[in-house]
């Protein structure tokens, strides 16, 4: 299977609408924004502002064909975000929904993940949550995270399995959550998701991503240190400071 991960792009607003849909589940989104739930949120993912704008939005396509999405946004900009989508389901169900604060400053916020069912089990949520993740640490994010709820056990163990840790509890539309976040590994180049290749000569140092990433492998950037590769069209592996042009 051949996966890439992109940045979202206005024309993929009914596939972002899906991914939310999804995310929240038939009931809770009929309770966020009334019945015609995935029309406004397809048109809310075409704004330039909101929180499920396609801005940030990533989109997982599997041998050419949408395999899923992951939507995500600095928790520091959360009123910012909710003021413009809370005021367009005002004007289109005459309700504004009353939400907990799901995030706060101080964490990049994976808001709502959803992997087609023709994809699942082959590894694509947790790709998009790490691109994500990584796309965020290297915009400077010391933290990022994410709501679970308390009855999913098994989707708690997978994000504990890539450095989720509870943090606290939060309740998310009358349901328990647990909030979790990943700290940001100060040793970027080595943690568990790249792997050094080579060391000749001894001024440069090559770095892949290990196999699961190992897609389509392109030469980034050379310094004057390191020379760093990355499977084409994933998102921002290697730091800014180390990498010209990217």
């Not at 959360?78 to 706060?104: F, H, K, M, S």
């Not at 098994?154 to 328990?176: I, M």
């Not at 180049?189 to 440069?204: Q, W």
């Not at 390191?226 to 990498?243: A, E, G, M, S």
Request: with cysteine.
């Amino acid at each position: 299977m051949s996966l890439i991960i992109r940045q979202a792009i206005p024309s993929d607003a009914p596939i972002i609408a899906q991914v939310i849909g999804m995310g929240f589940g038939e009931d809770l989104l009929r309770q966020y924004c009334g019945s015609n739930g995935l029309a406004i949120m397809e048109s809310l993912a075409k704004m330039e502002v909101s929180q499920y704008s396609y801005h940030n939005a990533l989109i997982a396509e599997a041998d050419g064909q949408v395999a899923g999405g992951l939507v995500g946004y600095d928790g520091a900009q959360l009123q910012l975000l909710r003021q413009p989508t809370l005021a367009y389901i005002e004007q289109q169900t005459g309700i504004v929904p009353q939400v907990a604060e799901e995030t706060e400053p101080g964490e990049f916020y994976l808001d709502s993940l959803a992997v087609f069912p023709k994809y699942r089990h082959q590894g694509i949520g947790t790709k998009l949550i790490l691109a994500m993740s990584n796309k965020a640490f290297n915009e400077g994010h010391q933290r990022v995270g994410l709501l679970v709820d308390t009855t999913n056990p098994h989707a708690e163990s997978l994000y504990t399995s890539l450095g989720f840790q509870r943090v606290n509890q939060k309740t998310l539309f009358n349901h328990q959550m647990w909030h979790m976040q990943k700290k940001r590994n100060k040793d970027f180049f080595t943690s568990k998701h790249f792997k050094e290749i080579s060391a000749k000569p001894k001024s440069k140092t090559c770095y892949l991503l290990k196999h699961s990433f190992l897609t389509n492998m392109q030469k980034l950037t050379t310094t004057r240190h390191k020379v760093f590769y990355r499977p084409t069209q994933y998102i921002l592996y290697p730091h800014k400071k180390y990498c010209d042009g990217i």
